[in-house]
């Protein structure tokens, strides 16, 4: 045998894809939706895009330059997606040294402080977005009416937050539907909300993109929409009077920014199919239960966060046999 086998250690597999190319595939995933939150909310989304962006670049380069002492990953994207999502998380009138702080939240605590890219437990971006959330409640839920009404510096309850208050003062849904947008203006952001939130169309646009460029898989985005309208329509055929239909649910809010860019973040998020899909499940079993019956309109922030933290016992329970092993 003139031929001897030679056994090298991993990786076997090679790809032209690096970090940096995902995350920018990634960020122009996004564009159409920074593009319509522009047209939507006029340059005020731009100018709270921008400073996000920047704030998060500076935050991290400083904190590894200066803290870390170690060389800054600023290039990479992962910075710059953070910026992005920060931006999509939060109204767009909300003062600037808000963002600020979000963006240091999001980078130091959630991000840095577990030792940067590949390490981090929870999205950093909602890191940043709940931290603001808990912090400043007030500003962060003073939505601004879109310019395509005509009025500017008038702030309104989104569809959830409509719903939910009118749940809780014991109004039916068959009222309250008056006050409530389209299908038609869910799905192209003729409604108040934060940047990310205002057209489902352009973020299932934006998540096809990635589907296509493989940079998300489908496990995740159908597991959380999917879990989350099955829950909702069976409580609207129990009670169509105290619960909204499905349809509201999937197209309002921040369910579809979540399930499409956020739970879907690869460092931490489960690494098989099957944990994605027991990942998503979870993520959606949350979100509707915070809706329906918690005191916030909204729950899939915390419902991602929650989840983020239950991804190391999922990728223990459904890892794959090692070669060889029993």
């Not at 990634?26 to 939706?33: F, H």
């Not at 959630?110 to 912090?135: C, D, E, H, M």
């Not at 006050?179 to 203006?185: A, F, Q």
């Not at 579809?256 to 944990?275: E, H, Q, R, Y």
């Amino acid at each position: 045998m003139n031929k001897i086998l030679t056994v090298s250690p991993s990786p076997h597999v090679h790809s032209s894809d690096s970090t940096q190319k995902i995350m920018y595939r990634v960020v122009y995933a996004m564009l159409p939706a920074l593009v319509w939150s522009v047209f939507v909310f006029g340059l005020a989304a731009l100018w709270v895009t921008l400073l996000a962006v920047v704030s998060c670049l500076a935050f991290e380069y400083l904190i590894q330059k200066y803290l870390m002492k170690v060389k800054p990953s600023v290039t990479d994207g992962s910075a710059l997606i953070t910026g992005i999502l920060i931006a999509f998380n939060v109204p767009s009138n909300i003062p600037w040294w808000i963002i600020i702080i979000g963006s240091m939240a999001a980078i130091g605590i959630g991000k840095l402080s577990f030792g940067g890219i590949g390490t981090n437990i929870f999205n950093p971006a909602l890191v940043g977005r709940v931290f603001l959330l808990i912090s400043f409640p007030v500003q962060m839920t003073s939505w601004p009416v879109n310019n395509q009404s005509g009025i500017d510096g008038i702030t309104s309850a989104t569809p959830l937050g409509i719903i939910k208050e009118g749940v809780t003062n014991g109004i039916p849904i068959s009222e309250i539907s008056g006050n409530l947008p389209s299908t038609m203006d869910m799905l192209f952001g003729n409604i108040g909300g934060s940047l990310g939130e205002i057209s489902a169309l352009i973020l299932i646009i934006g998540g096809l993109y990635m589907l296509w460029k493989k940079v998300i898989t489908w496990h995740i985005p159908v597991s959380v929409i999917g879990t989350v309208a099955a829950i909702a329509a069976i409580f609207w055929l129990v009670d169509s009077e105290v619960f909204i239909n499905p349809v509201y649910h999937i197209l309002t809010g921040g369910l579809m920014l979540g399930a499409i860019f956020m739970a879907t973040d690869m460092v931490s998020s489960p690494m098989t199919p099957k944990g994605q899909i027991i990942y998503g499940v979870g993520i959606g079993l949350i979100t509707i239960s915070i809706r329906l019956f918690g005191a916030y309109p909204e729950g899939i922030s915390f419902a991602i966060l929650i989840m983020n933290a239950v991804t190391p016992l999922i990728n223990n329970y459904v890892k794959p046999k090692r070669f060889g092993g029993n």
